[in-house]
């Protein structure tokens, strides 16, 4: 296959040099950080496990970022997310392994593998190309760079890499989504409410009659049934629960600022009553 050349002015517009020297600038920082004799003890004792934590973390607050919508949050978490990056990378290199070079030109080589109709032989054909074409040619390349079958019919391996690599709602909601299409849907919303109240009952059971095992499972069924309900009126959990998270915090931060004492040393009915009227005070417009 060949390949059309890339564009420097689409990579990278007008400051090409900028973005190439402050990349430089990160990568000598954390190279002087990882020193073995003058850098930094904190950095020097990490691993890529030890650091897996803070991948993590700042991913999710570069989504909390894109979801406010303030611009120089948005930076200042990606950069905090390019740092990880960075880091890993340097433990690699201190290690003999890998280096960002060879991070880079893997990403890059595997975008252009994946995109021929913008880089390859079929160079010239984006404008015929439908989101869903482009999605089924990096299925079927990357099942070729993996040296394995191409089964656009067999949906299962997609579904187990949902739940290995992402966060369980996200995975579920996918899963659901991806199982839909392909034809494991009930047939009305009142079937899938009765298979709801279904998962509830059997949930109710073992809590009752069973051991800590089974109450599990009937837990992850009862949810995956919620993510179904939650598919059907178009709702995403993820964010319906990081949102009620949200309005939880800024409730309780009211009722700590209303109490005179610790919390613990009220009665419930105190407690919720200030909550009452926390709950009212954020509810009321703001000016």
Avoid at 51 to 69: K, S
Avoid at 169 to 178: P, T
Wanted: hydrophobic content about 40%; some cysteine; overall charge negative.
């Amino acid at each position: 296959m060949g390949s059309a050349p890339l564009s420097s002015d689409l990579s990278f517009p007008g400051h090409r040099a900028a973005i190439l020297a402050a990349l430089e600038r990160l990568v000598d920082i954390v190279a002087q950080l990882r020193h073995p004799e003058t850098g930094c003890p904190w950095d020097l004792a990490q691993t890529p496990t030890s650091l897996i934590p803070y991948v993590i973390e700042e991913a999710y607050e570069v989504v909390d970022a894109i979801q406010g919508g303030e611009t120089g949050a948005i930076a200042e978490e990606l950069g905090d997310l390019l740092l990880q990056v960075v880091l890993q990378a340097q433990v690699a290199s201190d290690d003999g392994d890998f280096d960002l070079a060879t991070v880079a030109t893997g990403i890059a080589d595997k975008l252009i593998r994946r995109h021929p109709h913008i880089f390859g032989d079929a160079a010239g054909n984006a404008v015929r190309a439908t989101p869903e074409a482009v999605s089924q040619t990096w299925d079927r390349i990357k099942a070729e760079e993996k040296g394995i079958p191409h089964e656009p019919h067999r949906l299962s391996p997609k579904l187990t890499k949902y739940s290995r690599t992402l966060p369980p709602l996200m995975a579920a909601s996918k899963i659901s989504a991806k199982a839909a299409k392909a034809g494991l849907e009930w047939d009305t919303i009142d079937d899938l409410w009765d298979k709801f109240r279904e998962e509830l009952d059997e949930f109710r059971q073992a809590l009752a009659h069973e051991p800590q095992e089974n109450q599990q499972a009937e837990l992850g069924d009862l949810l995956f049934t919620l993510v179904n309900l939650a598919r059907w009126y178009d709702l995403d959990p993820s964010e319906a629960l990081q949102s009620t998270n949200r309005r939880f915090i800024r409730r309780f931060e009211l009722v700590e600022t209303k109490a005179d004492k610790p919390l613990n040393e009220y009665p419930i009915e105190a407690l919720e009553a200030l909550w009452q009227q926390a709950k009212a005070q954020l509810a009321q417009p703001q000016d």
